[in-house]
């Protein structure tokens, strides 16, 4: 009898991936398809279901064919993806530009996020102490504030995890992961929704969406069978277990905490590095960490909690300077990003720390999800002038990607004043692809960065739910052991290690002095204009 695969789809913020897998981990195919994201209003980020639902059926077909009669192979196929919204309406799609799902990075409820974070409701304590904009309450209460009418048409909300597995099998369930993550649900509690915090927004109807008020299902278990129509469309046969959803940034913890990790959890920081980054720690015990997502109960390993904490922009703000710097190449392309990373290591190796001394930069551009966990706040940038020359723009190029690492120092060392010990980074994502990247993370990390052989770990992570399914395995534990491929342990070099010590700590005063400015302007917003006018003794009408 022939050896059995699995097939994993990774859904990110641009494009579907699709992988092919053994059952010790190695990938036999992968292929990329895109799709467009929308932006019809300043903070909107949006999407048409149908053109990700093309994607994901174009990248499997690719990846299957590269492996003649993998179909007959295949026992079992999951799904991850962004921490998305699908939305369900009768009539025209709910949203601007045609749009059916809102993308994570949308911004448009940080009015409703602060209405939120107002109640004070018990909840807060299981995102850090104030709720993100970039989760699903704040964007749905949004939606029935702005666009009542569009609400009244709505007749389900999935995370964009569990429509991809709803329409591969027809059947509506949610996933834990999901509903932990970025719901107003708390798995430990006998009244799982926050009923309670519903009503006083106004969103009592919310549960009454499809079907957000049933029994979720945990990761590893089986969402339902492979229906006819999506397995004529992906060349499989109908029936396949198709397993419950994730989010990406899980499957990419899955796919580098390696094997034998259970004794290791409380140290092991997995860090899923693309667009955005995501930190995703795993604890026996609730922990609640200021300004960082969670703690979650059993949104990926039964019985375990874990948090998250992220930076909303972290290779999207490497795009953005090549993206608008006067002396950029061009827009951001894999081969520029390789480009300007070579350039900079060049005038690392040739100045040392002297090169872009000056510049310095609090990388928070869409807000900071930790450790402040403000959607509010933006970047801070020193030593700008009016230089348009190539050095200026790899000193831009710099001072990004190190204001990343001194951060994800930032956030490692926030965790561990919480009850965690994190001495491991174990990384994942397309910032492995980065040499600039990759060095800053072992020189600057203040800790040991490991990185598997695994050259599609958040694809392998999504294989591992797949076989824990199927049956392949017994567990998720078990998915690891047979699946996690070996790892290289990075250790600093000492002398850019101290240099980034230096950097850190300015980095950590900047921090403090951009968070004292934002506190000033938003009292400056917040107050009325009459009581500015009375302050001078003024009027409105007489200056």
């Keep these: 009898m022939s050896t059995p695969l699995v097939l994993a789809v990774d859904v990110g913020t641009l494009s579907a991936r699709a992988g092919l897998f053994t059952l010790d981990g190695r990938c036999l195919a992968a292929r990329q398809a895109p799709f467009r994201l929308l932006r019809p209003a300043e903070h909107h980020a949006v999407y048409r279901m149908a053109e990700i639902w093309a994607a994901v059926g174009a990248c499997l077909r690719e990846a299957m064919a590269v492996e003649p009669g993998a179909a007959a192979r295949v026992a079992g196929l999951a799904f991850d993806a962004t921490s998305s919204l699908a939305l369900t309406a009768t009539g025209e799609p709910p949203l601007d530009g045609e749009a059916d799902v809102v993308c994570w990075m949308d911004h448009r409820g940080e009015a409703e996020a602060l209405d939120i974070d107002r109640t004070g409701h018990r909840f807060l304590d299981h995102v850090g102490g104030a709720v993100s904009p970039e989760t699903n309450l704040p964007k749905l209460l949004w939606l029935k504030r702005h666009r009542p009418e569009a609400w009244a048409r709505l007749t389900a909300a999935r995370d964009l995890c569990d429509e991809l597995a709803y329409r591969a099998t027809g059947i509506d369930r949610h996933s834990v992961c999901g509903l932990a993550c970025k719901w107003p649900y708390l798995p430990n509690d006998d009244e799982p929704w926050c009923r309670d915090l519903l009503d006083a927004l106004g969103l009592e109807d919310l549960t009454s969406l499809g079907r957000l008020a049933a ?13 006819a129509d999506a397995a004529r469309d992906f060349g499989l046969p109908p029936g396949l277990p198709v397993a419950v959803g994730l989010i990406d940034a899980e499957a990419g913890a899955l796919g580098v905490l390696g094997r034998d990790c259970r004794p290791r ?3 092991v920081l997995p860090m899923i590095a693309g667009t955005s980054t995501s930190f995703m720690p795993f604890a026996p015990d609730a922990r609640f960490v200021p300004g960082v997502w969670g703690p979650f109960k059993d949104a990926v390993f039964p019985g375990l909690w874990m948090h998250e904490a992220g930076q909303s922009l972290s290779g999207a703000a490497l795009d953005a300077v090549l ?4 002396a950029s190449p061009g827009p951001p392309t894999p081969e520029r990003h390789a480009a300007a990373a070579a350039a900079v290591l060049a005038c690392l190796d040739a100045e040392g720390p002297a090169f872009a001394a000056r510049r310095h930069v609090v990388p928070d551009w869409l807000g900071n999800r930790a450790p402040l966990g403000d959607g509010r706040v933006r970047a801070l940038l020193t030593g700008i002038g009016e230089e348009t020359s190539e050095r200026s723009f790899l000193e831009a190029y710099y001072a990004t990607a190190r204001a990343l ?4 120092r930032h956030i490692r060392e926030h965790l561990n004043r919480h009850g965690y010990a994190i001495d491991t980074v174990a990384l994942a994502g397309g910032h492995r692809h980065n040499p600039l990247l990759m060095r800053l993370y072992r020189d600057a990390l203040g800790c040991t960065l490991v990185v598997g052989e695994a050259a599609e770990p958040v694809l392998l992570g999504t294989a591992m739910v797949a076989a824990t399914a199927a049956g392949l395995v017994p567990d998720l534990f078990g ?7 070996e790892q290289a342990a990075l250790t600093p070099d000492p002398a850019w290690a101290r240099a980034h ?3 850190y700590q300015t980095y950590l005063t900047l921090f403090e002095v951009r968070n004292t400015v934002e506190r000033d302007a938003w009292a400056t917003e917040a107050a009325p204009l009459a009581d500015d006018l009375a302050e001078a003794g003024l009027t409105a009408d007489h200056g």
């Design 405 to 408: 690492a001194l951060q994800t």
């Design 479 to 485: 998915a690891l052991d047979a699946m996690a491929p």
């Design 265 to 267: 959890l409380n140290r």
């Design 215 to 227: 029994a979720p299902a945990h990761v590893g278990t089986v969402h339902g069978p492979l229906g």
């Design 501 to 503: 010590e230096r950097a």
């Design 323 to 326: 993206a608008h710097h006067p």
